[in-house]
Every structure is written in structure tokens, then in C-alpha cells.
């Protein structure tokens, strides 16, 4: 251990470091010891330990004459392997070519010897770089011609900033070696002379011998130091890891076994000589997924810890790739915030105009939308909830918003999910868990900001396997949808950049929770005139596109429209409008290839012949012939229907019956009706013992399919007193309404659907209770077109419009 001479220090103190004392003394020629293993410094004080004769006969030399003596250090590496084999010399000589020329001359404190061996430990202390201009043998004597190097140095600020750097770093290895004592650090910052601090710095801190040697030859004290730093930085380097790979293995001994412990020490090596295992190979691709990546600081923490486990784990095990799958959920999905395009309204109107035939108020509410979240960001405004039957272009709207936005476009559907974890996730603790569909989605979509539809919202079910719509309401919540967390990804997911959409057919199965969240925006459905213009313009062009044709090879006369309307759908929407069209295509490709034609051109007669026998017929007439059949209206899922409600009447005077698959509500209703009319019988011309002789069934068909509802009240009422009167009711006039037993009529939902089916239906005259006006004035005038609307608050203002005479 060498330790600054502390006299040397203070009578050397001041601006000049050379020790002019010293070299005075210096003869011009001195002795020479060689060095093994270290280099002598000026200003420094080492033990040194010699058992070489030629070394030993300079110590002796100099002993006896100046006590001055030139170390040099040897230019190879002492090889102990030499000395074993040559017994009879135990002590090999030193050769002048051995050594370096640069070296330091040396005044020797103390000479001692060491008990049980030949040789000496010296104490030496350097005096000033020596240059040997010649070096020769004499009796086993070497001696050097020698001349003093002097070391002038300048100061600067970059020495000053030199220092302070090597200084820094020193400080880490000291406190992270034990064998420096923390002494060092205090002596080293108090060193204001830089030729001294960096010749301490080389004694103490472990440089190689050429390291050594190459700062004491540096002549500028600048680079002296600059090297130093350097090789103190690796030295730091190479401590930290040290201490890295111990810390590591000793973090995961605790949880592991001796044999795992020994191939993490195994993996913590091979990982710094940059030699990997086929778990490692891919640990680290993982690792340089999430290096190039931007993601948030718990994914980085959590995953980071999933990687780790890869590594330490069995590549067969099936833990392994259910480890695998996770990381790869976690790297495909988009991260991060996406680059969001400036909202262009104009062009978002446009597209939405190119895309889809009238629609004018839905359009609007879009726009109006996308205009208050463009002007606002920051706003959560509600989610989006298109309602309406199906086909009448709800999912493509929502595909249209995303292309005019410039985002991409995801759909789910939730019809008949049952289970949270169908929307949230599986636990990874679960064999084969996946993410939920609200994951799954994002994953397809590839970016953060999708446009999202959530399809048949209305269809979504409670039951013991939890509620998936508590779920969804998380999802659709503006507040919490910026930390969704899946159970099966087990980290936050940021939705709140997703721009959701949901769909419905009707309102009212919604839970109440889920529509609260949402502006609804209706699409009821479309006349018959607006199905022409859609199959004009949109259908038939698809159509044709989609199977390779042109406008000009078949020609499609626009007759055929109404046809295909009127005589093989029956619909609110268009979507099987479309798959009629469809098929006129496909058999017309198959007419042309076989008839090796051209040209084609569609008459409604050649459009019958391919579609084959007509299949919906206007019934209402051959229906409504007989007294005691009225017309209702009523809202499906498939949208509005005209429903028919027949009475019969048989002797008896049991009761009355209903049938239908009726819903309570509705069956009330019917009862409700009945006392309507009886309490009217004298006011109505009815016989006094007429329903104690008869008995009065009220049916409606289709006697599958469950019906429910107030609505059909004013219908009921109007097909018994129908019956009993024997009056049929007009065949073109269609009614609803609820009925009190008073006889009141009041408002009931779905009025639009009502008349757009009343009207597909060929009627031309629809009551509609008085409370309903409103909803009416909403309607846009062209669906109105045709139709004679009566609004009524009484049951008996009814009969006197609908029973014909
Ligand atoms: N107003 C419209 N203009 C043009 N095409 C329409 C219109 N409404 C519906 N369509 C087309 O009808 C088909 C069925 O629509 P879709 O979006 O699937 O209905 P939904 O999702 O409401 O059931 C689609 O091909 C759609 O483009
Ligand atoms: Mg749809």
C-alpha cells in the first residue's frame, strides 16, 4: 500500500511540482532496479519487494554512494514459470533489454529484509522522471546513464475540469472497492498539484502495467490525465458490474432452487460475454420490442418482469408459452398516443354524402358531433348509438365516419354475450384466457384510435357469469376509459383516444345504465322511394362492381326497382334489397357466359323470371274483408310491422279468451278493450244479453312470435266493436294507441317506424293518438307523402274514421 509522503508534499507545496531538491541530487549515473509488477511515480512512496541478485546488488550499490537509484519498470511481463524451471538460478538476472528506457529516480527509505526469504522489501521514493540514454552490465551491476525529464505543468481550466472528472470517478471505485481505504478519497480531493493527483490516482487504482507506464512517459500532464480518466471509467465499469451480476443472482436466489440458481449465474455470464440461449434470444428480442417501442411506465415495469421470468424459465414448459402469448398480446397491440389528424369537416360531409343516399338528419347530427369534439377535445361528449333495424346502414355509416376521418375502423359484436370476461377477459390464470373482445378489437385495428363500433348493443345479457354491460359502461365512460384494464393484459389501456360507436335495433331492451351514456340517433328506416334512389345510385352500382360488370354491358331498366321492393322484400332497411340485386346479377353473369352475349338489359319481366315467384303479397285487403279484423302498427326488431287483430264471437257465454304468444301487458290490454266496449254496448247499439250469449276470442297472428305492449289497445277495441257491429274496417287505414278504460287514447313509441311500415304496407290512412302530434311534425314531409294521418283522444272518435258504412 503506498501512501503520500506527507513531507514530501508540504515541501514541495506551491504552483511548481518539480522537486527541485531532489533532482538536483540526482546523479548522471545511477544503478538500476527493475520492476516486476508495478511503476514507480515522482512524489509517491511504495514498497517494493525485490529477490532478484541484480537489484539487489543496485540496492547495495546505492547504499553505499548516493541512496539514489533508477527504477525502470520491465517492458514484458515477469514470467514466474521461468525461474521454477532454471533450479541452479533461482534469482534470474535482469537484461538491459529487458526494461523500459523512461523510468524514475528513486532516494531509498528503508531497506528490510523479509524473514524465511532471499530478497528485500525496500521502501522507495520516487523523485522525478529519468530518461536512460544507455544502460549497461557491470559485475552483476546494471547501471544507467541517465537524464532528468522535467515535468513543467501548465494549469488550465480543462486540467482543473480533467481533474475534477477523474476525480469523480475515483470516488465511485473507492467507495466500491474494499480494499481502498476511504482515506484515499479525502487525500486525493485535498491534492492541488494535477501531476501529483494523477500519479497517486496510477498508484493506487489497478492499472495494467503498460497503463502504468504510458502515463508515467506521457509528457503532458493534459493527457497523462485524460488517460487516466479513461482507464478509471473502464475500472469503474468493470466494479459496477461485478457487483451487478452478484446483486442480480442473489435477488433471485431466495426464490429459486440451487439448480435454477446456478443457470441464472449461468445466463447473468453468457449475457455479458454476449453469448445467449435460445430462452435469451428471445427474451431479448422482447427486450428490443420494448426498447424501440413508446410505451407507458407500468408496461415497462410489469412486462419487464414477464421477460425476466421468460428468461429464467424452461423453454418446454408450458408456463413458457403461456408466457409467450401474453408478451406477444402486449408487443401487437398499438401503444401510445396515435398522431391525430385535424377533423375536416368539409370532407367528412362529403364523404359521408358520396357514401350513403339521404339520411339528412342523421348527417347532420354527425357533423354537429364531430364539430363540438373537433372544437373541443378535451370535452367527452357522449357515445354515439345508432338505433334502427337492421339494413338500414348502420355499420356503414360507421365505416364511412372512419374513412372521412382517416382512421381505421373495428367492429364487435355484442349480440349474446352473457359474460364479462367475453368484454374484459380471462385471467391469465386461466388455461387458454384471452383478452376480451374490447382488446381483441384494438389488436385488429393496429392503431390506438380507432373507430370503434359496438354492434347490437341492445343484445347484451345479464346473468350468473356476471354482467358484461358494467363492463361496458367502464368502457364507454369517458372518465374511466383512459385506464381500461383487461384481465387478461393485467395493465391499463388508454381508450380514451377510441372514438366508440354503438348500435342497437330498439331502445327499449337496452339496459337503462348503458342508453343513459349515449346520444341516440335513429334510423328508422326508409319509404319505398328512397329504397329506388339507394339501389339507384349505391346498391346496383356495387352490385355490378362486385361482379365485374359494367353500366354499359348490363343494363338495369329502373322498373325493376319497385318490383324487387314491392314483390320480394319486405323490410325497414335494404339489406335484402341488396342480396336480391345480388342475385338478378349473378344470374345474368351466368345468362351471358352461356349465351355468349355482351350486352344484357333487365326488365321487370326478366327480373321476376330470375328472381323466381313473388314473395310477399299485399294481404291487407283479403285480411281486412271480414267484420272483426283491425290493423295495428307495432315496433320490432326488425322494425315497424303492421300486425292484424282478429276477433271471433261464439255462442257460449264462458268468457273470453286471447291468444297470440301475448305478452301480460298486451293480454291486459285486450281485457282492458273488452270493458271499453261493453261499458259502451247501449251507447253503441250493442244487445243487452250479447256477451252473456257469446263468448269473444281475440287472436293475433303470428301466433309465434311473442308480442308485448299497451300499443294495440285502440286496434282491439276497433276489432271487437267491428266484430259485433259487424262492420268491416277500411282495409287502408291502420291504427295505434294505448286505451284507458275510459276510453282515452294515449301516446305510445315509435311513431316514424310505424308509418314507414304502415306505408310499405299500402295503407293510406293511419290514427295516431293526439299526444302524438309532435313526434309526427318531426317526420320529415317527404315520408308523409300519401298518407292521410287522423289524430284522435277518444276511442270514440275512432269508429266513425275506420268501420266502413
Ligand atoms: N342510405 C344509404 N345509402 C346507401 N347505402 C345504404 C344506405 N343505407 C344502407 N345502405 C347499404 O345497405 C347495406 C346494409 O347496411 P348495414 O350498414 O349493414 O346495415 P345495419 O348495420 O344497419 O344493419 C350496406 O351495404 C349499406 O351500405
Ligand atoms: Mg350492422
Given at each position: 500500500?503506498?501512501?503520500?509522503?506527507?513531507r514530501?508534499?508540504?515541501s514541495?507545496?506551491?504552483?511548481?511540482?518539480?522537486?527541485?531538491?531532489?533532482?538536483?541530487?540526482?546523479?548522471?549515473?545511477?544503478?538500476?532496479?527493475?520492476?516486476?509488477?508495478?511503476?514507480?511515480?515522482?512524489f509517491?512512496?511504495?514498497?517494493v519487494f525485490?529477490?532478484?541478485?541484480?537489484?539487489?546488488?543496485?540496492?547495495?550499490y546505492?547504499?553505499?554512494?548516493?541512496?539514489?537509484?533508477?527504477?525502470?519498470?520491465?517492458?514484458k511481463?515477469?514470467?514466474?514459470?521461468?525461474?521454477?524451471?532454471?533450479?541452479?538460478?533461482?534469482?534470474?538476472?535482469?537484461?538491459?533489454?529487458?526494461?523500459?528506457?523512461?523510468?524514475?529516480a528513486?532516494?531509498?527509505?528503508?531497506?528490510?529484509?523479509v524473514?524465511?526469504?532471499?530478497?528485500?522489501?525496500v521502501?522507495?521514493q520516487?523523485?522525478a522522471?529519468?530518461?536512460?540514454?544507455?544502460?549497461?552490465?557491470?559485475?552483476?551491476?546494471?547501471?544507467a546513464?541517465v537524464?532528468?525529464?522535467?515535468?513543467?505543468?501548465?494549469?488550465s481550466?480543462?486540467?482543473?475540469?480533467?481533474?475534477?472528472?477523474?476525480?469523480n470517478?475515483?470516488?465511485h471505485?473507492?467507495q466500491n472497492?474494499?480494499?481502498?481505504?476511504?482515506?484515499?478519497?479525502?487525500?486525493l480531493?485535498?491534492?492541488?498539484?494535477?501531476?501529483?493527483?494523477?500519479?497517486?490516482?496510477?498508484?493506487?487504482?489497478?492499472?495494467?502495467?503498460a497503463?502504468?507506464?504510458?502515463?508515467?512517459?506521457?509528457?503532458?500532464?493534459k493527457?497523462?490525465?485524460?488517460?487516466?480518466?479513461?482507464?478509471?471509467?473502464?475500472?469503474?465499469?468493470?466494479?459496477?458490474?461485478?457487483?451487478?451480476?452478484?446483486?442480480n443472482v442473489?435477488?433471485?436466489?431466495?426464490?429459486m432452487?440451487?439448480?435454477?440458481f446456478?443457470?441464472?449465474?449461468?445466463?447473468?455470464?453468457?449475457?455479458?460475454?454476449?453469448?445467449e440461449?435460445?430462452?435469451?434470444?428471445?427474451?431479448?428480442?422482447?427486450?428490443k420490442?420494448m426498447d424501440?417501442?413508446?410505451?407507458p411506465d407500468?408496461v415497462t415495469?410489469?412486462?419487464?418482469?414477464?421477460?425476466?421470468?421468460?428468461?429464467?424459465?424452461?423453454?418446454h414448459?408450458s408456463?413458457?408459452q403461456?408466457?409467450?402469448?401474453?408478451l406477444?398480446?402486449?408487443?401487437?397491440?398499438?401503444w401510445g398516443?396515435?398522431?391525430?389528424?385535424?377533423?375536416?369537416?368539409?370532407?367528412?360531409?362529403?364523404?359521408?354524402?358520396?357514401?350513403?343516399y339521404?339520411?339528412e338528419?342523421?348527417?347532420?347530427?354527425?357533423?354537429?358531433?364531430l364539430?363540438?369534439?373537433?372544437?373541443?377535445?378535451?370535452?367527452?361528449?357522449?357515445?354515439l348509438?345508432?338505433?334502427?333495424?337492421?339494413?338500414?346502414?348502420?355499420?356503414?355509416?360507421?365505416?364511412?365516419i372512419?374513412?372521412?376521418l382517416?382512421?381505421?375502423?373495428?367492429?364487435?359484436?355484442?349480440?349474446?354475450v352473457?359474460?364479462?370476461?367475453?368484454?374484459?377477459?380471462h385471467?391469465?390464470?386461466?388455461?387458454?384466457?384471452?383478452?376480451?373482445?374490447?382488446?381483441?378489437?384494438?389488436?385488429?385495428a393496429?392503431?390506438?384510435?380507432?373507430?370503434?363500433?359496438?354492434?347490437?348493443?341492445?343484445?347484451?345479457?345479464?346473468?350468473?357469469?356476471?354482467?358484461?354491460s358494467?363492463?361496458?359502461?367502464e368502457?364507454?365512460?369517458?372518465?374511466?376509459?383512459?385506464?381500461?384494464?383487461?384481465?387478461?393484459?393485467?395493465?391499463?389501456?388508454?381508450?380514451?383516444?377510441?372514438?366508440f360507436?354503438?348500435?342497437?335495433?330498439?331502445?327499449?331492451?337496452?339496459q337503462p345504465?348503458?342508453?343513459?351514456?349515449?346520444?341516440?340517433?335513429?334510423?328508422?328506416?326508409?319509404i319505398?322511394e328512397e329504397?329506388?334512389?339507394?339501389?339507384?345510385?349505391?346498391?346496383?352500382?356495387?352490385v355490378?362492381?362486385?361482379?365485374?360488370?359494367?353500366?354499359?354491358?348490363?343494363k338495369?331498366?329502373?322498373s325493376?326497382?319497385?318490383?324487387?321492393?314491392?314483390?320480394?322484400?319486405?323490410e325497414a332497411?335494404?339489406?335484402?334489397?341488396?342480396r336480391?340485386?345480388?342475385?338478378?346479377?349473378?344470374?345474368?353473369?351466368?345468362?351471358?357466359?352461356h349465351?355468349?352475349?355482351k350486352?344484357?338489359?333487365i326488365?321487370?319481366?326478366?327480373?321476376?323470371?330470375?328472381?323466381?315467384?313473388?314473395?310477399?303479397f299485399?294481404?291487407?285487403?283479403?285480411?281486412?274483408?271480414r267484420?272483426?279484423?283491425?290493423?295495428?302498427?307495432?315496433?320490432?326488431?326488425?322494425?315497424?310491422?303492421?300486425?292484424?287483430i282478429?276477433?271471433?264471437?261464439?255462442p257460449?257465454?264462458?268468457?273470453?279468451?286471447?291468444?297470440?304468444?301475448?305478452?301480460?301487458i298486451?293480454k291486459?290490454?285486450?281485457?282492458?278493450?273488452?270493458?271499453?266496449?261493453?261499458?259502451?254496448?247501449?251507447?253503441?247499439?250493442?244487445?243487452?244479453?250479447f256477451?252473456?250469449?257469446?263468448?269473444?276470442?281475440?287472436?293475433?297472428?303470428?301466433?309465434?312470435?311473442p308480442?308485448d305492449?299497451?300499443?294495440?289497445?285502440?286496434?282491439?277495441?276497433?276489432a271487437?266493436?267491428?266484430?259485433?257491429?259487424?262492420?268491416?274496417?277500411?282495409?287502408?287505414?291502420a291504427m295505434?294507441?294505448e286505451?284507458t278504460?275510459?276510453?282515452?287514447?294515449?301516446?305510445?313509441?315509435?311513431?316514424?317506424?310505424?308509418?314507414?311500415?304502415?306505408?310499405?304496407?299500402g295503407?293510406s290512412?293511419?290514427?295516431?293518438?293526439?299526444?302524438?302530434?309532435?313526434?309526427?311534425?318531426?317526420?320529415a314531409?317527404k315520408?308523409?307523402?300519401?298518407?292521410?294521418?287522423?289524430?284522435?283522444?277518444s276511442?270514440?272518435?275512432?269508429?266513425?274514421?275506420?268501420?266502413?258504412?
Amino acid at each position: 500500500m503506498a501512501l503520500f509522503d506527507k513531507r514530501t508534499k508540504q515541501s514541495l507545496g506551491g504552483a511548481s511540482s518539480q522537486p527541485n531538491i531532489s533532482t538536483r541530487d540526482i546523479p548522471s549515473e545511477v544503478p538500476v532496479i527493475g520492476l516486476k509488477n508495478t511503476v514507480i511515480y515522482p512524489f509517491t512512496v511504495v514498497p517494493v519487494f525485490f529477490e532478484d541478485t541484480t537489484s539487489l546488488r543496485a540496492l547495495e550499490y546505492a547504499q553505499t554512494h548516493d541512496n539514489i537509484i533508477g527504477a525502470f519498470a520491465m517492458n514484458k511481463p515477469f514470467d514466474p514459470s521461468v525461474k521454477e524451471e532454471s533450479d541452479d538460478q533461482k534469482f534470474p538476472q535482469l537484461k538491459p533489454e529487458d526494461l523500459n528506457v523512461v523510468g524514475t529516480a528513486c532516494v531509498i527509505h528503508r531497506v528490510m529484509p523479509v524473514s524465511g526469504k532471499a530478497g528485500a522489501m525496500v521502501v522507495l521514493q520516487g523523485l522525478a522522471k529519468i530518461e536512460a540514454t544507455h544502460i549497461r552490465m557491470e559485475d552483476d551491476l546494471l547501471k544507467a546513464v541517465v537524464t532528468v525529464l522535467d515535468e513543467t505543468v501548465r494549469d488550465s481550466k480543462e486540467v482543473r475540469a480533467l481533474m475534477k472528472n477523474a476525480l469523480n470517478t475515483a470516488q465511485h471505485i473507492i467507495q466500491n472497492t474494499p480494499y481502498l481505504p476511504q482515506e484515499l478519497q479525502i487525500a486525493l480531493e485535498d491534492l492541488n498539484d494535477p501531476l501529483k493527483f494523477v500519479y497517486l490516482l496510477a498508484t493506487l487504482v489497478r492499472f495494467d502495467m503498460a497503463e502504468k507506464q504510458m502515463i508515467l512517459e506521457e509528457d503532458s500532464v493534459k493527457e497523462k490525465l485524460k488517460k487516466t480518466a479513461a482507464i478509471l471509467s473502464r475500472e469503474l465499469e468493470q466494479i459496477e458490474l461485478g457487483g451487478k451480476i452478484v446483486s442480480n443472482v442473489k435477488k433471485e436466489f431466495n426464490k429459486m432452487s440451487r439448480e435454477a440458481f446456478l443457470r441464472q449465474q449461468l445466463k447473468e455470464i453468457q449475457r455479458e460475454l454476449g453469448e445467449e440461449s435460445e430462452t435469451q434470444q428471445e427474451a431479448n428480442e422482447y427486450r428490443k420490442k420494448m426498447d424501440s417501442g413508446d410505451f407507458p411506465d407500468e408496461v415497462t415495469k410489469d412486462v419487464g418482469r414477464e421477460i425476466e421470468r421468460l428468461e429464467s424459465m424452461h423453454p418446454h414448459s408450458s408456463e413458457y408459452q403461456v408466457i409467450r402469448t401474453y408478451l406477444d398480446w402486449v408487443f401487437d397491440l398499438p401503444w401510445g398516443v396515435a398522431k391525430s389528424k385535424a377533423v375536416d369537416l368539409k370532407k367528412v360531409e362529403a364523404t359521408l354524402n358520396a357514401d350513403h343516399y339521404g339520411l339528412e338528419e342523421v348527417k347532420k347530427r354527425l357533423l354537429e358531433y364531430l364539430a363540438v369534439q373537433k372544437l373541443s377535445p378535451k370535452l367527452k361528449g357522449p357515445i354515439l348509438c345508432f338505433v334502427g333495424p337492421p339494413g338500414v346502414g348502420k355499420t356503414s355509416l360507421g365505416k364511412s365516419i372512419a374513412n372521412a376521418l382517416g382512421r381505421e375502423f373495428v367492429r364487435i359484436s355484442l349480440g349474446g354475450v352473457h359474460d364479462e370476461a367475453e368484454i374484459r377477459g380471462h385471467r391469465r390464470t386461466y388455461v387458454g384466457a384471452m383478452p376480451g373482445k374490447i382488446i381483441q378489437g384494438i389488436r385488429r385495428a393496429g392503431v390506438p384510435n380507432p373507430v370503434f363500433m359496438l354492434d347490437e348493443i341492445d343484445k347484451v345479457g345479464t346473468d350468473f357469469r356476471g354482467d358484461p354491460s358494467s363492463a361496458l359502461l367502464e368502457v364507454l365512460d369517458p372518465e374511466q376509459n383512459g385506464t381500461f384494464r383487461d384481465h387478461y393484459l393485467d395493465l391499463n389501456y388508454d381508450l380514451s383516444q377510441v372514438l366508440f360507436i354503438a348500435t342497437a335495433n330498439i331502445l327499449d331492451t337496452m339496459q337503462p345504465a348503458l342508453r343513459d351514456r349515449m346520444e341516440v340517433i335513429d334510423l328508422s328506416g326508409y319509404i319505398d322511394e328512397e329504397k329506388q334512389e339507394i339501389a339507384k345510385t349505391h346498391l346496383w352500382p356495387r352490385v355490378l362492381e362486385r361482379h365485374g360488370l359494367t353500366k354499359s354491358k348490363v343494363k338495369l331498366q329502373d322498373s325493376v326497382f319497385p318490383v324487387v321492393i314491392n314483390e320480394y322484400t319486405r323490410e325497414a332497411g335494404v339489406r335484402n334489397l341488396e342480396r336480391e340485386l345480388s342475385k338478378l346479377a349473378r344470374k345474368v353473369v351466368f345468362d351471358m357466359v352461356h349465351g355468349k352475349q355482351k350486352t344484357a338489359t333487365i326488365s321487370p319481366e326478366k327480373a321476376r323470371g330470375y328472381l323466381g315467384s313473388q314473395r310477399v303479397f299485399p294481404e291487407i285487403k283479403a285480411r281486412t274483408s271480414r267484420p272483426g279484423v283491425a290493423t295495428g302498427m307495432a315496433v320490432t326488431q326488425a322494425g315497424g310491422e303492421i300486425l292484424f287483430i282478429e276477433t271471433a264471437q261464439m255462442p257460449g257465454g264462458r268468457g273470453f279468451m286471447v291468444t297470440g304468444s301475448l305478452g301480460e301487458i298486451m293480454k291486459e290490454s285486450a281485457r282492458a278493450a273488452l270493458s271499453v266496449v261493453r261499458s259502451r254496448s247501449e251507447k253503441l247499439g250493442i244487445p243487452d244479453q250479447f256477451f252473456k250469449r257469446n263468448d269473444i276470442h281475440v287472436h293475433v297472428p303470428q301466433g309465434a312470435v311473442p308480442k308485448d305492449g299497451p300499443s294495440a289497445g285502440v286496434a282491439m277495441v276497433t276489432a271487437i266493436v267491428s266484430l259485433i257491429l259487424n262492420k268491416p274496417v277500411k282495409h287502408d287505414v291502420a291504427m295505434t294507441g294505448e286505451i284507458t278504460l275510459t276510453g282515452q287514447v294515449l301516446p305510445v313509441g315509435g311513431i316514424k317506424e310505424k308509418i314507414l311500415a304502415a306505408k310499405r304496407a299500402g295503407i293510406s290512412t293511419v290514427v295516431l293518438p293526439k299526444r302524438n302530434e309532435s313526434d309526427v311534425k318531426d317526420i320529415a314531409p317527404k315520408l308523409l307523402k300519401g298518407l292521410k294521418v287522423h289524430f284522435v283522444e277518444s276511442i270514440d272518435e275512432v269508429f266513425s274514421l275506420v268501420l266502413s258504412k
